[in-house]
T-cell receptor, first 112, second 114 residues
Framework: DAKTTQPTSMDCAEGRAANLPCNHS???????VYWYRQIHSQGPQYIIH???NNETNEMASLIITEDRKSSTLILPHATLRDTAVYYCIVRGHQTGANNLFFGTGTRLTVIP | EAEVAQSPRYKITEKSQAVAFWCDPISGHATLYWYRQILGQGPELLVQFQDESVVDDSQLPKDRFSAERLKGVDSTLKIQPAELGDSAMYLC????????????FGPGTRLTVL
């Protein structure tokens, strides 16, 4: 069963920041938050992951609340190519708990 | 940039026939995964390999599905016999490490069973 809750869909204006929320209230202390996205007719693509601290890379920023029960993926300047389904996944790094459970994700539509 | 290769990209078959999908992971990636994605849902893990050994096949319908990675490099997923409900995208992914890090996905094989 998916351990995360995400809105089904969101819209964002091109050039604006896209903020995608995720609730993971049952996350355990050794579980990481991963984000992947899937553009239509392609395989999923890794975006970013984190444990406690906020993370940033060339694609996005990940903000994790202090209690770790929720997080937000931020695409700072959304483009049309960012239209995709975004999956928030809680994943352990130990044997038996390291699989990716994708759920249904958030469908982000970037509007011109 | 290295990519996960899959073939065929599309496959149409009739129910009760046998089908096979092939995956070539990124060179050096010891861990290989097969996922199934039904339209409108997220991918679901079917089987996970570490080198040539199966690590997790708990979600693989073993009465009709089989997977192998004989030399620990490329892999084949087979369905025999195919059923209407098997229509889906079959995705292969690979990663450097078994327990952590990024999984790299191939483009998938879209299977339609008539």
């Amino acid at each position: 069963d998916a351990k995360t809750t995400q809105p089904t869909s969101m819209d964002c204006a091109e050039g604006r920041a896209a903020n995608l929320p995720c609730n993971h209230s049952t996350i355990s202390g050794n579980e990481y938050v991963y984000w992947y996205r899937q553009i239509h007719s392609q395989g999923p693509q890794y975006i970013i992951h984190g444990l406690k601290n906020n993370e940033t890379n060339e694609m996005a920023s990940l903000i994790i609340t202090e209690d770790r029960k929720s997080s937000t993926l931020i695409l700072p300047h959304a483009t049309l190519r960012d239209t995709a389904v975004y999956y928030c996944i809680v994943r352990g790094h130990q044997t038996g708990a390291n699989n990716l459970f994708f759920g249904t994700g958030t469908r982000l539509t970037v509007i011109p | 940039e290295a990519e996960v290769a899959q073939s065929p990209r599309y496959k149409i078959t009739e129910k009760s026939q046998a089908v096979a999908f092939w995956c070539d992971p990124i060179s050096g990636h010891a861990t290989l995964y097969w996922y199934r994605q039904i339209l409108g849902q997220g991918p679901e893990l079917l089987v996970q390999f570490q080198d040539e050994s199966v690590v997790d096949d708990s979600q693989l319908p073993k009465d009709r599905f089989s997977a192998e990675r004989l030399k620990g490099v490329d892999s084949t997923l087979k369905i025999q016999p195919a059923e209407l409900g098997d229509s889906a995208m079959y995705l292969c992914a690979s990663s450097l490490a078994l327990l952590a890090g990024e999984q790299f996905f191939g483009p998938g094989t879209r299977l339609t069973v008539l």
